[in-house]
T-cell receptor
């Protein structure tokens, strides 16, 4: 079945720097791609969703890149600030009717001021 | 904004205890899910449902039952809780597309 690898597991950057998180998936039929943010003690907040016909999507300082050839999904936080400190998860879903998500293991991002 | 609520938010029980976790969504979504989150494993799918009365087995179903009584309500049942089920449990809802999560229930089994 589908497997998702996420790296790095921990990432520390100074305020104003960019932070990049990468996920690699295995199933070429994967059609839906997601990034979630989880702050301490909270649930998962959907940051961005991307369908497989999109290579790049930008919203509010976040850039998602999808490389279908390499089966790679990335999240780039440009000019990170301390409020971005959280755990980030990628998730993918195939085109089947179940809408099941397969999650990466998460990246704990710390942005220092 | 989509809304998913969970209760209780925290629960402590003993080994062998009987626990029910509740989830309600007001998004009119067809799909609902139960996940557990553990350090080093990310989120793992326990059970899910695509409508009232329907139940699908997820990736880590052992020791769990679930029931979808209405489109809004999805329950996770642990009939003989074990310490290995100590975890953070999330409920979510979706149609095909964006999935929205509840705030989580922290369960401790002593």
């Amino acid at each position: 079945g589908e497997q998702v690898e996420q790296r790095p597991p921990h990432l520390s950057v100074p305020e104003g720097d960019s932070a990049v998180i990468i996920c690699t998936y295995t199933d070429s039929a994967t059609a839906y791609f997601y990034w979630y943010k989880q702050e301490p003690g909270a649930g998962l907040q959907l940051l961005m969703s991307v369908f497989s016909n999109v290579d790049r999507k930008e919203e509010q300082g976040l850039t998602v890149l999808l490389n279908k050839k390499d089966k790679q999904l990335s999240l780039n936080l440009t000019a990170a600030h301390p409020g971005d400190s959280a755990v980030y998860f990628c998730a993918v879903s195939d085109q089947g009717g179940s809408a099941k998500l397969i999650f990466g293991e998460g990246t704990k991002l710390t942005v220092s001021s | 904004e989509a809304a998913v609520t969970q209760s209780p938010r925290n629960k402590v029980t003993v080994t062998g205890g009987n626990v029910t976790l509740s989830c309600r969504q007001t998004n009119s979504h067809n799909y609902m899910y139960w996940y557990r989150q553990d350090t080093g494993h990310g989120l793992r799918l326990i059970h899910y449902s695509y409508g009232a009365g329907n139940l699908q087995i997820g990736d880590v179903p052992d020791g769990y039952k679930a029931t979808r009584t209405t489109q809004e309500d999805f329950f996770l049942l642990l009939e003989l809780a074990s310490p290995s089920q100590t975890s953070l449990y999330f409920c979510a809802s979706s149609d095909v597309g964006d999935e929205y999560f509840g705030p989580g229930t922290r369960l401790t089994v002593l």
